[in-house]
Every structure is written in C-alpha cells, then in structure tokens.
C-alpha cells in the first residue's frame, strides 16, 4: 500500500510560481514511476507531467512544457512539480499518482495505481 499526500497548492496570480510536494509512504519509493495530473471544474482529470524511478526521464503535458518541471528525491520519498509563468487556465486540482510497475512512462491516468488527495491550485488574471 502507498499513500500520497500532497501540498503546497494556494492562490496566484498570473505569471506567478509555485511549488507542489508530494509525500509518499513506503520503503520502496525508488521503484516507482511518478506522475502529476490535474482537474480542472468540468473536466476529465488529465495528466500533466512524469518522472521515472530514478528521475533520469520525464515527460510533459504540451500545455505545461517549457513551464513546469518534475523532480524527485527518493531520499526524502517525494515528488515536487515547480510550476512557473502561471495561467489562468492552469487552475485545477492537482494530484499526484504512483505507477508501482513501472515498465515504461505512462501518461494516462488508468495506468497509475495510487493516487492522493489533490491539492487546489488557483491562478487569478
């Protein structure tokens, strides 16, 4: 069982930065593929950005590339999502997922396995 608890969503106006942490329980962090998504009011939750066990690969959303960055400290059991030049539309909800049998990247939300609460995030024009 792995249990994700997200933090450090809030309210900012754009153009603005924040930082997302994800902390996760267990001892076998390392061994998984990490991914960050996000639900915007009225939308189907989609995927924003992954990270590999050992942060050597990563992939973007087009709509956050350039914008966004994942990381990882498997030393600390966290994912981070630093966010920049914030948009209005970059408003949702914003979870983080554990993908445990990490065979490649993945990108679509059926293929993580455990998920956290979500965290808002809030861009004000």
């Known amino acids: 069982q792995v249990q994700l608890v997200e933090s450090g969503g809030g309210l900012v106006q754009a153009g603005g930065s924040l930082t997302l942490s994800c902390a996760a329980s267990?001892?076998?962090?390392?061994?998984?593929?990490m991914g960050w998504f996000r639900q915007a009011p009225g939308k189907e939750r989609e995927f924003v950005a992954g990270i590999n066990w050992n942060g050597g690969l990563v992939t973007y959303a087009d709509s956050v590339k350039g914008r966004f960055t994942i990381s990882r400290d498997n030393a600390k059991n966290s994912v981070y999502l630093q966010m920049d030049s914030l948009k209005p539309e970059d408003t949702a909800v914003y979870y983080c997922a554990a993908d445990v049998l990490p065979l490649r990247l993945r990108v679509h939300q059926s293929e993580y396995d455990y998920w956290g609460q979500g965290t808002q995030v809030t861009v004000s024009s």
């Open positions: 267990g001892r076998t962090f390392s061994q998984y593929n």
